[in-house]
């Protein structure tokens, strides 16, 4: 029923529909209703009456019939028989109807097809009204409220409103219809008179469509004509046509409509079956009342008394007893809002409150507002704490009903509660995270370097999509700590669990968090850079052109053997006073220099874990990869450090971290993903005071930025301890984790990114750090495949222990929760053992969603079988194991994927491998439990693609 209105009304949301869906349906509680507790035209209602229960009230008699009529929809047997009754009943009645005023009714249908001004307006003149008290031959006297009200018939709108708001004909038409809904259609009556309500609207002579008050006929001419000649009772029967066509809602007998003081309905006996009210309040002093009086008139047609000023009759000749509401007055509008927040806050029933506001407070007048958004958003704060209530906004162009007029306004929603984990809209979700351009660049990212590091906005969206503030978030691969950094940052309010084998993933987050709570950061780092300079003796060289001292930046050299001193020196590139990029050939004392080794007072544990697939050779020491004048400012370094307080010893030992990599002897690209490896030719040897200087300069944007994003986070030493923006920091294999580490069922949401197999190397690479920071790693428990010959690390002894993580996390996760979990791999043997853990611990699948990456760290060497970009799984943790029962055979599943492949390719254009495997392939081999048969035939997609599909090297594309 989306497309369904009666009015072009005040505040319509109809425009809004996608927005505010999208928002509200994460916050609805499972088999209860939506109270839609100010429903106007009934569009948000509408919007929910197909998957939900609904109830609708309003204080005015129109809002309600129009809520009932799209809420409740009548049964109706035969809709021809029903439209042809109408049309009889509708020709007896006003031929009859219009006998007492036939001479107007003719004479103003004349005028009108001449479109003769004057006649018209002379014809008016002398039509009596309840405004002019003139003789009628309706009352066969003069016309007054009384004399009308005591011919027990229906001519309220002939006498009251016909010649100003509506021609004779039309208003004649509106009596009539109502007399026929009333008496011979009871049974229809909301429906038909929601219909008549759209054909009054339609024809009335008032401004935008409202309506406040009639237009002048003078300054309106040819308005005037367009609107007279409109016929009511065929825009009543256009929209009955659009009404009977459209299919009952599930819940239609079940769903509640009220008529009342929105404070009336707060009890606790209606609010037992309320599980989201959504609130759309009048914003300004503008009363509701005036714009939609003729509706109330005509759904109540009681005849009610003209209300008089001292002026006179006012102008939008209105009556007695129009409501006015406390919410469009300023002295009162605050503590009603507030009272509805308390109730539904005190009730635990979830609230959402549509308030539209000036998107430019500056230039755009707000006097009008009965309150302002921000005092809204802090009542509502109040009541559900800052942790449960979430602001979005859209921009939107308010316009009147002529779109004559429009103002910028912001659309804010302000959802308080909890989010049903059950209601979130995947489809929605992955349209989101395909249209985000991933990033890992903000301040506090920047400052550190971790292999495999997540894009956090990638993250951001997945915490709030599928949690709640104040919810736990687990990550039982801590990593560089995206997932729990994320979590507690001041906007997404969660709590915070990290788990890591390693010193440096906890050193990170730990060092970060500790931010706030040290004082005077940069001028200690100020001081620290003055007492590194003292340290450029050693990157001091003999400029060729001027004789002076120059300063090396970096060295370009051989080295042949890895665990032999003897180097080659190509090029030494340097500062001096003469040139600042000088390059030139070395000298005797530059080999001296490069390679003396002093005295090493603080880099300890040299000795490297020999493993060759990471170009770690048998007796292998730290010292073969640096220079020996690296090592030893290095060691010089920290004798630096040491003098300083532990907490401004971490500061900088956490920076030297981050440069660390670019220290070692490197190649031109200074690749670091490969940290103990060396080339043979054109290594690079950096100046470390250079790096070390820039990089602490940088940290100085990570200060304000701890500030103001993580103002009240820290880390706890227990789960009992965490409240949003905490974080729990354990170290030990996640498969370790106990109950009274984690209780079970006390987790609401997993994000993490396991090792993959042998692709990274976390403990072993963690050798480069040890020696100068101390940071242990732990290579028993790691889950990981290593070539290591002292390590038993294989690819049983992986799948093994992830097994027993994904255990874990079944316990941990609450039931219909979600693990994202971070996998990319085209051996579809790996994704059947790691779809058969997780099914086996309860995981149902749920979708894929590719993610590009903004920087791939390795060249893409062969791009056909490589998976570039980031693919995240999304799994529901359900109650019992997931099996499938799959009877296609091997050559059934290949025709399958291989016509969905061909089907993608012609839809989309040529595709990269990921794309395929991302985009739909696996989804549908998961969900139909196809992986184990075709990973019994096929190492890779890649060969059935081979087999039936094109491979282009020029543009590295399927087609």
């Excluded at 027990?152 to 709108?157: A, K, T, V």
């Excluded at 704490?385 to 007029?405: G, I, M, P």
């Excluded at 050779?617 to 010089?636: C, M, P, T």
């Excluded at 030719?681 to 602490?696: A, H, L, P, R």
């Amino acid at each position: 029923m989306e497309n369904f209105t009666v009015l072009n009304y005040q505040g319509s949301k109809n425009n809004l529909s996608s927005f505010i869906k999208k928002n509200i349906e994460p916050y609805i509680q499972d088999g209860k209703a939506i109270l839609d507790i100010f429903s106007g035209s009934a569009a948000v209602s509408n919007m929910f009456r197909d998957n939900y229960q609904v109830y609708a009230n309003d204080t005015e008699s129109y809002a309600s019939i129009i809520a009932d009529a799209i809420l409740n929809q009548p049964d109706i047997n035969s809709a021809t028989e029903l439209i042809s009754s109408l049309d009889i009943e509708y020709t007896t009645t006003i031929k009859k109807h219009a006998k007492p005023v036939i001479d107007f009714v003719k004479k103003e249908q004349l005028a009108l097809d001449k479109e003769n001004y004057e006649q018209l307006i002379a014809l008016y003149n002398l039509y009596p009204t309840v405004w002019n008290n003139q003789y009628s031959g309706i009352t066969k006297n003069k016309l007054t409220v009384d004399s009308v009200k005591q011919t027990h018939d229906f001519y309220l709108f002939t006498t009251y409103y016909a010649t100003n708001y509506y021609g004779i004909n039309q208003a004649l038409d509106i009596d009539c219809l109502i007399k026929i809904i009333n008496l011979r259609f009871p049974q229809y009556r909301n429906a038909l008179l929601s219909c008549l309500f759209y054909a009054m609207k339609e024809t009335v002579f008032s401004k935008d469509g409202h309506m406040a008050q009639p237009l002048s006929l003078e300054k309106n001419k040819a308005r005037l004509f367009i609107q007279r000649k409109k016929n009511v009772y065929e825009l009543f029967v256009k929209k009955f046509k659009e009404y009977i066509t459209i299919p009952l809602s599930k819940f239609s007998g079940k769903n509640m409509v009220f008529n009342s003081n929105f404070e009336d309905l707060l009890d606790q006996r209606i609010f037992s079956n309320v599980g989201l009210v959504y609130a759309d309040p009048p914003y300004t002093d503008m009363q509701y009342s005036r714009y939609y009086h003729l509706l109330n008139v005509a759904a109540k047609y009681e005849y009610p008394k003209l209300t008089i000023t001292k002026n006179g009759y006012t102008k939008g000749l209105y009556t007695e007893g129009r409501y006015q509401s406390k919410l469009s007055q300023r002295s009162s509008a605050k503590q009603s809002l507030e009272n509805l927040i308390s109730f539904c806050a005190h009730n635990n029933t979830n609230l959402a409150i549509s308030y539209a506001y000036p998107q430019d407070r500056e230039n755009q007048a707000t006097d009008r507002y009965t309150i302002s958004i921000d005092e809204l958003i802090e009542l509502a704060k109040k009541h559900y704490t800052n942790a449960r209530v979430n602001v979005v906004t859209q921009d939107y162009n308010h316009a009147n009903h002529r779109n004559s007029k429009q103002k910028k306004v912001l659309e804010y929603l302000i959802l308080c509660g909890e989010k049903n984990i059950n209601q979130v809209n995947i489809d929605s979700l992955k349209n989101q995270l395909c249209k985000l351009t991933p990033t890992k660049n903000n301040p506090m990212y920047n400052s550190h370097m971790y292999w495999s590091q997540k894009s956090f906005n990638i993250c951001d969206v997945l915490i709030d999509a599928l949690s709640n503030k104040g919810d736990v978030v687990f990550d039982p691969f801590l990593g560089s700590g995206v997932t729990t950094l994320e979590a507690i940052k001041s906007d997404l309010s969660r709590c915070a669990i990290g788990c890591d084998i390693n010193d440096m993933p906890l050193f990170i987050s730990k060092l970060l968090l500790s931010i706030n709570a040290t004082p005077d950061i940069k001028n200690t780092l100020e001081k620290f850079i003055q007492e590194l300079n003292s340290l450029g003796h050693y990157y001091e060289t003999t400029c060729p052109k001027c004789n002076a001292v120059g300063t090396i930046s970096k060295v370009i050299f051989d080295k042949p053997e890895r665990t032999s001193s003897n180097v080659i020196i190509k090029t030494i590139n340097y500062s001096c006073s003469c040139t600042k990029k000088g390059v030139k050939s070395p000298d005797k004392m530059d080999y001296i220099k490069f390679n003396t080794i002093r005295k090493l007072e603080n880099v300890t544990s040299t000795s490297l874990l020999y493993n060759s697939k990471i170009a770690v050779a048998k007796n292998d020491d730290i010292k073969n990869i640096f220079s020996g004048r690296n090592i030893s400012v290095l060691d010089e370094i920290l004798n630096i450090i040491n003098k300083y307080e532990p907490a401004y010893q971490n500061i900088l030992k956490y920076i030297l971290m981050s440069i660390l990599h670019l220290c070692k002897i490197t190649d031109k690209h200074s690749n670091s993903q490969w940290p103990l490896w060396i080339p043979k030719t054109d290594c690079v040897e950096k100046n470390i005071i250079e790096i070390y200087t820039k990089k602490i300069k940088k940290f100085y944007d990570v200060i304000p930025f701890m500030k103001e994003n993580y103002a009240n986070s820290q880390i706890v030493e227990s789960y009992n301890m965490l409240s949003p923006g905490k974080c729990l920091l354990m170290q030990k294999g996640s498969q370790l984790i106990t109950e009274q580490d984690i209780p079970d069922n006390g987790v609401d949401l997993i994000i993490t990114d396991p090792p993959y197999l042998e692709q990274v190397l976390y403990s072993e690479y963690m050798q480069l750090y040890k020696p100068f920071l101390n940071l242990d790693y732990n290579l028993n428990d790691e889950i990981i495949v290593s070539s290591a010959p002292s390590r038993s690390k294989n690819r049983d002894d992986y799948f093994h222990l992830l097994d027993l993580v994904f255990n874990m996390c079944l316990h941990k996760l609450k039931t219909n929760h979600y693990l994202c979990l971070y996998f990319h791999d085209c051996n579809l043997n790996v994704w059947n053992e790691l779809i058969s853990i997780l099914e086996k611990n309860c995981f149902r699948f749920i979708t894929q969603i590719h993610v590009d990456k903004t920087v791939t760290l390795k060249n893409i060497i062969s791009p056909k079988k490589s998976l570039n970009g980031d693919s995240i799984l999304i799994f529901s943790k359900s109650d019992a194991p997931i099996y499938h029962n799959a009877e296609e055979d091997v050559s059934e599943i290949e025709h399958n994927i291989i016509r969905q492949a061909k089907y993608m390719v012609k839809s989309n254009g040529s595709l990269f491998t990921p794309e395929l495997y991302d985009n739909g392939l696996m989804e549908i081999l998961i969900q139909n439990g196809w992986l184990e048969k075709l990973s019994s035939k096929y190492s890779s997609l890649v060969d059935i693609f081979e087999k039936h599909l094109t491979w282009d090297s020029s543009i590295a594309k399927w087609r």
